[in-house]
């Protein structure tokens, strides 16, 4: 069939804007040879692709079918070639990134909708995990990068620090704790305690921190990530020692958060990387845009918002 790309990008212009003059200058070209490309397209497919009248123009019953499947011809062709050139550019292509949950939905989420803003064409896949499986993904190059609170000293990896934050306790407003300032481990103790499993990296990292304090809490319920225990803690099932990001706003109707002293116990989260490992432009971009911010856990819990 005698027709090229030109033609088929003037119809789709004539079919999105029904103005053969408005079609004719999004394409750059004179109203005459824009009708000529039209002209020279419906005849090599032998039908009639627009009814035109003096002000307007629409498209035929056939027209409309070409457009649909043109529309999703020429959107691949243009993804492909953006792809193409931008693999130079970091502006188009696929990132993993691995975070662990509390970090997605109170950090990571917002940062990649303003990244993606920037980059609209980035394509940004996230496995969200544990901190042990964060870890590995990284370790095993499933991942380009991660997002995770433990790999500081851990070998063949690379850790950049972005934030610290505290251990706040969760409870209701309606539970005795909630009128306090500050509420010690011991205090906490005294109350049904609800803590993530013995396999959790915060876990872990409260054991470690809360090993020689005395009358520390002892679990009642046990579960598997933050966001349950909060539900929990919602649920009136007792408090929780939780990360302070992952906290609700100040505005929530029935939790609340408390700071916890003796000891103050921090967990940072930070960037981890395979050492060694070069990252592709388009990864390079999204940790560099990640490193740059300066986060405060306040800062962190208003974007939330």
């Given amino acids: 069939m005698k027709f090229d790309l030109h033609d088929l990008i003037a119809f789709r212009a004539a079919a999105e804007l029904s103005n053969f003059r408005k079609a004719a200058e999004a394409v750059h070209i004179s109203q005459p040879a824009f009708s000529r490309r039209i002209d ?44 193409v050139r931008g693999v130079g550019t970091g502006r188009m292509g696929e990132v993993t990134v691995s975070s662990v949950p509390s970090t997605v939905y109170y950090f990571l989420s917002q940062v990649i909708h303003r990244y993606r803003e920037r ?38 990896i690379e850790f950049r620090p972005l934030l610290e934050e505290r251990f706040v306790a969760a409870c209701r407003r309606d539970h005795p704790l909630a009128r306090r300032r500050e509420v010690s ?62 906290m609700p706003g100040p505005d ?19 960037l981890i990387t395979r050492q060694g490992r070069r990252l592709s432009p388009e990864a390079q971009q999204l940790y560099d845009f990640l490193a740059e911010m300066k986060l405060t856990p306040r800062a962190v819990r208003r974007r939330s918002r």
Avoid at 52 to 80: M, N, P, S, Y
Avoid at 119 to 147: Q, T
Avoid at 257 to 264: A, C, F, K, N, Q
């Fill in 40 to 83: 020279k397209l419906e005849q090599a497919l032998g039908v009639k692709l627009f009814e035109r009248t003096t002000r307007r123009v629409t498209l035929t019953a056939v027209g409309r079918e070409f457009a649909r499947k043109i529309g999703l011809l020429l959107d691949e062709l243009d993804e492909t070639l953006l792809t």
């Fill in 119 to 156: 980059y609209p064409k980035l394509r940004v896949k996230i496995l969200d995990a544990s901190a042990n499986e964060v870890l590995a993904a990284v370790s095993r190059g499933e991942s380009d990068f991660g997002l995770n609170f433990i790999g500081s000293s851990e070998p063949g």
């Fill in 185 to 246: 481990w011991s205090q906490l103790a005294a109350h049904d305690f609800i803590a993530v499993a013995k396999s959790s990296g915060n876990r872990l990292l409260l054991d470690q921190a809360l090993a020689r304090v005395k009358d520390r809490p002892q679990p009642v319920y046990e579960a598997q990530h933050v966001t349950t225990l909060l539900g929990l803690v919602e649920a009136g099932l007792g408090v929780a020692a939780v990360p302070s990001i992952a």
């Fill in 252 to 270: 929530h109707p029935l939790l609340v958060s408390v700071p916890l002293v003796d000891p103050v116990v921090t967990r940072r989260i930070g």
